[in-house]
């Protein structure tokens, strides 16, 4: 069936460190992939998505490709700041249900 | 547009009372989806409605119900809450079941003593 396998955390980085969120999928066919992002005492909220293979997502400094050989969709961004501390995770619609990962909490030190 | 909307926010109930939580999902958006958030087993999916209809259901006891209404807001009711049962309970609309992005609302924190 449909999954997500994201690193586990949580990820402590100190300011304007480069940050990775590993994120690997099985998925039938090719669906798009997401990324959610959930601040303290929040909801999650869409971070990017991409819908096909070799997209390339982004917002406010994150990235992330569709690599449908490696069936990866990692999380990075280049420099992170200590309001970039939360919770993010990988998601795909699957089959029946929505599919997310465990979620990766990331710390941001000053 | 006013994003997804959640109430109560907070809510205290003990151990054997029921309680229903509300959602009213982004306007235009038809599919209402609920997940249970606890530290320990994750974000889990409860179910979700499109057109008033339950289209899926995850894995839970029958004492987690719920229901959309014709406008698409959607309630879901917990009966003899157990102490299990506090969680964050998220509500989150998309605007069809074709696999898009999911919006999501602050949550109900619910607290069972």
């Known amino acids: 069936g449909d999954s997500v396998t994201q690193m586990e955390g949580p990820v402590t980085l100190s300011e304007e460190a480069f940050l990775t969120i590993n994120c690997t999928y099985t998925?039938?066919?090719?669906?798009?992939l997401f990324w959610y992002v959930q601040y303290p005492g929040e909801g999650l909220q869409l971070l990017l998505k991409?819908?096909?293979?070799?997209d390339k997502g982004s917002n406010k400094g994150f990235e992330a490709t569709y690599r449908k050989e490696t069936t990866s969709f990692h999380l990075e961004k280049g420099s992170v700041q200590v309001s970039d501390s939360a919770v993010y995770f990988c998601a795909l619609p699957g089959t029946y249900k929505y599919i997310f990962g465990t979620g990766t909490r990331l710390k941001v030190l000053a | 547009k006013a994003g997804v909307t959640q109430t109560p926010r907070y809510l205290i109930k003990t151990r054997g009372q029921q309680v229903t939580l509300s959602c009213s999902p982004i306007?235009?958006?038809?599919?209402v989806s609920w997940y249970q958030q606890t530290p320990g087993q994750g974000l889990q999916f409860l179910f979700e409605y499109f057109s008033e209809t339950q289209r899926n259901k995850g894995n839970f006891p029958g004492r987690f119900s719920g229901r959309q209404f014709s406008n698409s807001r959607s309630e879901m009711n917990v009966s003899t809450l157990e102490l299990g049962d506090s969680a964050l309970y998220l509500c989150?609309?998309?605007?069809?079941?074709?696999?898009?992005?999911?919006?999501f609302g602050p949550g109900t924190r619910l607290t069972v003593l």
């Open positions: 991409a819908t096909k293979a070799d």
């Open positions: 998925a039938t066919g090719y669906p798009s």
């Open positions: 989150a609309s998309s605007p069809g079941l074709a696999g898009g992005a999911q919006f």
């Open positions: 306007s235009g958006h038809r599919s």
